[in-house]
């Protein structure tokens, strides 16, 4: 079962997580990690971030500035949910990850 399956590890950026009030989540997440990473290879471990440096979600920055949204200098892990060697990471420039990526085709080309 787990040679189809696969872990998306979506949005945990610092933009998004820094605000997050609950000790335990990182923690949480991390024991994920640990177990996928333990019974996949690292192929299947897929982190999605977003970055709307240049993208429709840039005009939402401008209407709403007091909601943090990532660019470019936001596209990397939080500490404790980086990519490890061989994991990829897929670029997002709206709210959907399949939109304008290669992502459902990386996907059905391991299935």
């Known amino acids: 079962m787990m040679d189809s399956c696969a872990l998306l590890v979506v949005d945990l950026q610092p933009v998004y997580c820094d605000t997050v009030d609950d000790p335990t989540y990182p923690p ?3 024991k994920i990690l ?22 429709p979600m840039s005009l939402h920055r401008i209407l709403n500035p007091i909601v943090k949204y990532p660019i470019e200098k936001d ?30 085709e990386y996907l059905s080309s391991r299935s």
């Open 28 to 30: 949480k997440v991390q």
């Open 34 to 55: 640990t177990h996928m990473r333990s019974n996949l290879s690292a192929d299947r471990i897929v982190h999605v971030r977003a970055n709307y440096e240049k993208s």
């Open 75 to 104: 596209v990397g892990a939080v500490e404790w949910a980086k990519e490890l060697g061989g994991e990829p990471v897929f670029q997002k420039s709206t709210i959907d990850g399949f939109v304008d990526t290669s992502l459902a």
